[in-house]
């Protein structure tokens, strides 16, 4: 699948990969690479979670958004998947387990799937280096999320780093939402697509870490996991701030 880019296709620095879960976070985004990108493939990993609704978020939502802005549906390239099935053996966690989802004795929940974040990116980077792409992009965030090591620019810097001296490329790992509170990241889908990304990403979306899709205000979840919990609050504390654009700042 290895594609050399010709003198029609956009230049190599406006040619991006998303990584993509199908949540709230990399819906944000996805939308933010296509406002500033002239071509975007999006990738996602299945690494045995227990929730394959998670992974048909991801088709739902590249089907709404192709078809909600027109701007962005001829930005938008081939959705990849690749399987990770024997790292989610590895690193099982309550994500790809039935454990309770809890804080371990390292300080750490029990969702954390140890080095989940730097193997996604040394597969997206062997990826995107055989499709020509040279940006990264991630919803990594080291703001109110529960400390996951491997979120943190400080990690992220240094694999680019190693990324870059590993294959010879000039990768950048770009994570808009690395500074932004949950309030924020709608704030930043609102200012770049309007209600009508808020609309698409609350119905089609999927941050819950277990498969249940009953409704609310905020999205579809179970409504008490700790993912629902914190869309749930980063949701109101929007709202409640009368749901604000968040206008797109330089990223780390
Ligand atoms: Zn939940």
Not at 33 to 43: F, G, M, P, S
Not at 68 to 89: E, K, M, Q, T, V
Not at 186 to 204: Q, Y
Request: net charge neutral; hydrophobic share 40%.
């Amino acid at each position: 699948m290895t594609i050399t880019p010709t003198d029609a296709d956009p230049p190599m620095n406006d040619r991006v990969l998303v990584l993509f879960s199908g949540g709230q976070d990399s819906t944000a985004c996805l939308a933010w690479a296509l406002d500033r990108y002239a071509w975007v493939e999006t990738v996602g990993f299945d690494y045995g979670q227990r929730h394959s609704v998670e992974l048909q978020a991801r088709r739902t939502l590249r089907r709404s958004i192709a078809a909600a802005f027109p701007a962005w549906r001829g930005r938008l390239g081939p959705d990849h998947r690749i399987n990770l099935r024997s790292f989610g053996a590895v690193a099982a966690s309550a994500l790809t387990e039935d454990r309770a989802i809890e804080m371990t004795e390292r300080g750490l929940p029990s969702t954390f799937v140890p080095g989940r974040n730097l193997v996604f990116l040394v597969y997206a980077a062997a990826l995107a280096d055989r499709r020509g792409l040279t940006g990264l992009i991630g919803g990594m965030c080291e703001t109110d999320f529960s400390g996951y090591p491997d979120c943190r620019r400080e990690t992220l810097d240094a694999l680019q780093t190693a990324l870059n001296l590993g294959m010879e490329r000039d990768f950048r790992i770009e994570t808009p939402l690395m500074r932004l509170t949950k309030a924020q990241t709608w704030g930043l889908a609102k200012s770049l697509g309007g209600e009508a990304l808020i609309d698409l990403t609350v119905r089609d979306s999927h941050t819950c870490y277990t498969g249940e899709r009953t409704p609310h205000d905020w999205g579809a979840g179970c409504g008490v996991c700790p993912a629902c919990d914190l869309r749930a609050r980063g949701w109101r504390e929007w709202v409640a701030a009368g749901r604000p654009d968040r206008p797109d700042e330089p990223t780390p």
